[in-house]
T-cell receptor, first 114, second 110 residues
Framework: DAGVIQSPRHEVTEMGQEVTLRCKPI?????LFWYRQTMMRGLELLIY????????DSGMPEDRFSAKMPNASFSTLKIQPSEPRDSAVYFC???FGGGGNTIYFGEGSWLTVV | EDQVTQSPEALRLQEGESSSLNCSYT??????LFWYRQDPGKGPEFLFT???AGEEKEKERLKATLTKKESFLHITAPKPEDSATYLC???????????FGTGTLLAVQP
């Protein structure tokens, strides 16, 4: 079975450019999560969706970050404009049901902003 | 506020040398404690979920246990392929989301 699929796997971009990260969750899962991982702060939840609706975006760092989920099989995380401090690994994850059910992660998108 | 603390930050073992990793947590209404393994350049890989104090789960050389305040991941006779970062996370009722600790980096030397 296909797991959570993320693209691109690696992205190097210049400061000020727009970055779009993409995610396809596991088929049938109704929760989708975006996490960011850095050495300093570990894994941080940015936002999560239930049935394509954003439920909690309190982890989104600032207005430069936005996320959408137009349908059950696709989500995007956009950073505009990007800054060097946004350099991190961004993980998408999905689960069937929330609240204690297992969350499965993608392989991540490695973002470097120069 | 829901919080997760893992110790030690790093652990180096000889092959066959058993040890334990600790995950202490403070959470309002625990709805699940999760252990993940993460290899370099990869996403976290699910290992176990524990739901209530006293629960234990095993998989090969790994055994996870849970009390009301902490969880342990016991590694019995580890092999070099067990080298990875082990992450603990809790799904708490107050935040209603999965909160991760910063992980334990395990290195098993042959």
């Amino acid at each position: 079975d296909a797991g959570v699929i993320q693209s691109p796997r690696h992205e190097v971009t210049e400061m000020g450019q727009e970055v779009t990260l993409r995610c396809k969750p596991i088929s049938g899962h109704d929760y989708l999560f975006w996490y960011r991982q850095t050495m300093m702060r570990g894994l941080e939840l940015l936002i999560y969706f239930n049935n394509n609706v954003p439920i909690d975006d309190s982890g989104m760092p600032e207005d430069r970050f936005s996320a959408k989920m137009p349908n059950a099989s696709f989500s995007t995380l956009k950073i505009q404009p990007s800054e060097p401090r946004d350099s991190a690994v961004y993980f998408c994850a999905s689960s069937f049901g929330g609240g204690g059910n297992t969350i499965y992660f993608g392989e991540g998108s490695w973002l470097t902003v120069v | 506020e829901d919080q997760v603390t893992q110790s030690p930050e790093a652990l180096r073992l000889q092959e066959g040398e058993s040890s334990s990793l600790n995950c202490s947590y403070t959470v309002s209404g625990l709805r699940g404690l999760f252990w993940y393994r993460q290899d370099p350049g990869k996403g976290p890989e699910f290992l176990f979920t524990l739901y209530s104090a006293g629960e234990e789960k095993e998989k090969e050389r790994l055994k996870a246990t849970l009390t009301k305040k902490e969880s342990f991941l016991h590694i019995t006779a580890p092999k070099p392929e067990d080298s990875a970062t082990y992450l603990c996370a809790v799904w708490g009722g107050a935040t209603n989301k999965l909160i991760f600790g910063t992980g334990t980096l395990l290195a098993v030397q042959p």
